[in-house]
């Protein structure tokens, strides 16, 4: 009789050991790349920065308003790479986003300058860099009236000049904190350097549409003309969007301006399509 309620105090506490484990989370981690949130979207955006197990692959998402999620109130690109990345190889993914809306090239030139950022990219070895769009932002109006031609009427050439140098800055910082260790810089393009859809038709239309997507067009090759000269490997957003099998329409959220959630799936997906990072 003693023998048996040995074993039943011993069962007891080990029934006890078990409900505790599990009422201290052990049970309910979130998935690899991502941050629990209760699935409420808003609250992923304002936490943009994943705690995930460590692993191989740490990506840090440099930029403007388009990777840190503005507007959409979805969960941004950066985070769903993470997600896909973390399934296609099986191994946790931590994404640090880092993006601000708003930032141009001067903007991130200077973030680069910073301890914070300056640690982050050390820590990283996938970095995704969009960036260039708000370079623009002051020649809007006369882009989009026609105003802004070539030769002496090209009210942009001294934007389309910096955006070059700038880039270049950047990359080159990023190589430089990076040193020796094995990195996969990816840099994006854009669809559109403003807005697009039916907002950009009914707010400038159809000219004005086709003029800011002439500048987007410049303003791309720049981009992929930088990245490929610094080593990086370009994603094309214009094509993705523009073969998507839908509306750009669809892709932008209501603003005409930013990815839906729709628009950073796909953002998401081209970056996969990019190639699995070499981290080693």
Do not use: K
Request: with cysteine; aromatic share 4%.
């Amino acid at each position: 009789m003693r023998a048996r309620g040995l074993i039943g105090v011993l069962l007891v506490l080990a029934l006890l050991a078990v409900i505790a484990v599990y009422l201290s989370g052990g049970a309910g981690d979130a998935l690899p790349g991502t941050a629990p949130s209760a699935g409420d979207p808003v609250a992923e955006v304002a936490n943009r920065s994943a705690v995930s197990t460590p692993g191989p692959y740490r990506v840090l998402t440099l930029g403007d308003s388009v990777p840190a999620g503005s507007v959409c109130g979805c969960r941004p690109f950066p985070q769903i790479y993470g997600s896909l990345l973390s399934r296609r190889t099986g191994t946790p993914v931590a994404v640090d986003d880092l993006a601000v809306g708003g930032l141009d090239t001067a903007g991130l030139i200077r973030q680069l300058g910073q301890a914070r950022y300056e640690d982050a990219v050390r820590r990283s070895n996938i970095i995704e860099v969009t960036i260039g769009a708000n370079d623009f932002g002051d020649h809007h109006h006369q882009v989009v009236a026609g105003r802004c031609g070539r030769g002496e009427t090209d009210c942009v050439a001294d934007e389309v000049a910096a955006l070059r140098s700038r880039l270049a800055t950047v990359l080159a910082r990023i190589r430089a904190l990076r040193g020796t260790a094995p990195t996969t810089v990816l840099v994006t393009g854009y669809w559109n350097v403003f807005q697009d859809g039916h907002v950009a038709v009914q707010q400038v239309g159809r000219a004005g549409l086709r003029a800011s997507r002439r500048l987007t067009a410049r303003a791309n090759a720049v981009i992929e003309s930088v990245s490929r000269a610094e080593g990086t490997t370009y994603v094309d957003l214009s094509t993705a969007f523009d073969h998507a099998g839908r509306s750009i329409t669809a892709l932008l959220a209501s603003d005409g301006d930013h990815p839906s959630a729709a628009g950073h799936r796909l953002i998401a997906r081209a970056l996969i399509r990019a190639g699995l990072p070499r981290v080693t």
